[in-house]
């Protein structure tokens, strides 16, 4: 496997994605037209943590953690390092020694849809990460592979430079053209929400607010005494 390194690739406005940082997974989610969401199968190994930044990708082999090496060197402040393989690997490709090098650098986390490994060490130096798989498994330095070209995890297209955001939820993927619009749509989605829990707040209910009553009598829904349900009498 012949790969390449592509080097200063463009990326979001940093103020972008630090704007995004303010807001959760579900919402960048919703704003984004419910899409660019990853596997819920990536996970987190903290929780309570939100990041926000740039993806650097990689394309690497299964078992073999070389182009995370390569990638290093291409990162820089505000990045998040993004890995997947050629095909489906659970092997432990990341750890302590990765995460040293690239928070020197400024990284802010990785998101890998193969395996991490140190995750105790990596809670305790506070980088974040989302990995499919935590495994001890070892890997090797020996094929070559990509950094910094359009990736996919589970169908998701990942292009360096767009805004990877990820939380307790999951990770979201933001093309890096869209960061400023979804920055606005996000704050008029929590605006919007707000005035929904005060609603809430005040005792209205979602079957009234969201105009549900007709949706259930559209949809044949019915509604019955418990005696008239079971056919009972009290």
């Known amino acids: 496997m012949s790969g390449v390194i592509v080097t200063g690739p463009p990326r979001a406005e940093l103020k972008d994605v630090d704007a995004l940082a303010g807001f959760g997974v579900a919402t960048v989610g919703e704003a984004l037209g419910r899409t660019g969401l990853l596997s819920p199968k990536i996970r987190p190994i903290q929780q309570g943590v939100r990041v926000a930044g740039t993806a650097v990708t990689v394309l690497s082999w299964p078992g073999d953690n070389l182009m995370i090496h390569a990638a290093v060197e291409q990162c820089g402040e505000g990045d998040i390092l993004v890995v997947t393989t050629t095909s489906p690997s659970t092997d432990g490709m990341f750890g302590e020694l990765f995460a040293t090098a690239l928070q020197r650098r400024g990284v802010r986390g990785v998101i890998t849809n193969a395996g991490i490994r140190d995750t105790q060490e990596l809670r305790d130096m506070g980088f974040a990460a989302w990995s499919r798989a935590v495994s001890s498994q070892g890997t090797v330095k020996a094929t070559g592979g990509s950094v910094n070209v359009p990736i996919a995890i589970d169908g998701q297209v990942i292009r360096p430079g767009d805004v990877i955001l990820a939380d307790d939820d999951g990770v979201v993927v933001v093309p890096r053209e869209r960061a400023r619009a979804t920055v606005v749509a996000s ?27 007709e949706t259930l009598q559209r949809l044949g829904v019915e509604y019955q005494t418990y005696d008239a349900y079971t056919g009972e009498s009290s």
Do not use: H, T
Request: proline fraction near 0%; glycine fraction near 12%.
């Open 187 to 213: 704050e008029a989605r929590e605006a919007k929400e707000a005035r929904s829990r005060a609603a809430f707040l005040d005792g209205e209910l979602g079957l009234d607010r969201y105009g549900l009553r």
